[in-house]
């Protein structure tokens, strides 16, 4: 793997992936995307301390920049393309029984979790068509991958205690897109997944999640390093166990 593309790298699962990567890949061309560089402290000290760590300013909710960002990330990777994006940034919104769910708390969490995404990805297309052109070697990490941070909360299977529709309809809607990415996409060799992290210690996963963000990332990390061309369009949970769509 000589590239890739975090979201929502200031905190949280974001900041811990690029924390791991930037240890495991020395040598790999990494950018860590957040939407206030300057208020993200542990990300610039990160990026101080390592130069192959790149921190690009990107507002999903900001779909006009991506075109512009995109041309930023194409200046670090080169001729080489991008080899991993991982859509990591996501929102929840709070009062989400079906008596208080609000529109905008729907709206809020399809922007961020369903539709930011999958434009990026339009997006950055073309930079992981390139990578997956210039590794003709095995589907995977090393060559062209988009993994879509889902939640176990998105899968319709396992949903067996209802609520959280803001979250859990923006997450399964996610889990279509990458499925669909996975079969558009066959042809590029560019693998498609959706993983979920497990439940961790974040602001968004609370204090009461049983994992911490080092058991999560390495976890993913592991994980998606293991993922071949049998992989695409399924759905990942950190450790490596397949979960129901
Ligand atoms: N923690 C869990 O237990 C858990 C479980 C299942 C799935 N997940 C998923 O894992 C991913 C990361 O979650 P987390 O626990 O690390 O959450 P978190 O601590 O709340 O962090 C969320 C990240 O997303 C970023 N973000 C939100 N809106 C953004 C926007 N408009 N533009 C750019 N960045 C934006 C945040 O940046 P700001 O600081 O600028 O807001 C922050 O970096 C999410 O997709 C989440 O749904 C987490």
Redesign the pocket.
Known sequence: MQSALV????????LGLVSALVRKYPRATLLA????PQDAPELQELSGKFENLHIVK????DIDSYKSVVEEISNYTKENGLNLLIN?????SKFTTLNYVKSQQLIDNFM??TV?PILLTKQLLPLLKLASQKNPSSIGINRAAIVN?????GSIALNDNGGFYP?RCS?TALNAATRSMSIDLKKDNIMVVSL?????K????GAN?PLDIETSTQGMIKTLESLNETSTGRFYQYDGEELAW
């Open positions: 979201t929502g790298c200031n905190r949280g699962l974001g995307a957040c939407r206030k990107l507002d999903l909710s990591n940034a996501g929102v929840t961020i979790n930011a941070m889902s939640s176990i909360l979250y997450k979920h992290p497990g439940w961790v974040t602001d968004m996963g999640a």
